[in-house]
Nanobody, 121 residues
Framework: VQLQASGGGLVQPGGSLRLSCAAS????????MGWFRQVPGKEREFVTR????????YYADSVKGRFTTTRDNAKNTVYLQMNSLKPEDTAVYYC???????????????WGQGTLVTVSS
């Protein structure tokens, strides 16, 4: 599976962005998907994950209520809608895919290249 993230850019505080992650291959619907972010010099941070059929999602406390992840298995694409953006949301955002394992967790075997989100006035 190859993943291609897009949609990053510069946005003012309080603004919105929607990231997309397009996947190659015919097995997209068999994978759980996740979004992570990383600031240079800091560890990668989990943002959200979504189940194979999109029915179950989980969010980090830092983004809960502001970010929403969805997926369209017909288009092999997962989305991250980001609202009420804050400067601390500035990071490179990565999408990842992998099989769902015990407890609904995902073993992330595949990673996209990342897209930069900058929140600044």
């Amino acid at each position: 599976v190859q993943l291609q993230a897009s949609g990053g850019g510069l946005v003012q505080p309080g603004g919105s962005l929607r990231l997309s992650c397009a996947a190659s291959g015919r097995t997209f619907s068999s994978y759980g998907m996740g979004w992570f972010r990383q600031v240079p010099g800091k560890e990668r941070e989990f943002v959200t994950r979504i189940s194979r059929n999109g029915g179950i999602t989980y969010y980090a406390d830092s983004v809960k209520g502001r970010f929403t992840t969805t997926r369209d298995n017909a288009k092999n694409t997962v989305y991250l809608q980001m609202n009420s953006l804050k400067p601390e949301d500035t990071a490179v955002y990565y999408c990842a895919a992998g099989p769902v394992i015990a407890g609904g967790l995902i073993s992330y075997d595949y990673w996209g290249q990342g897209t930069l989100v900058t929140v600044s006035s």
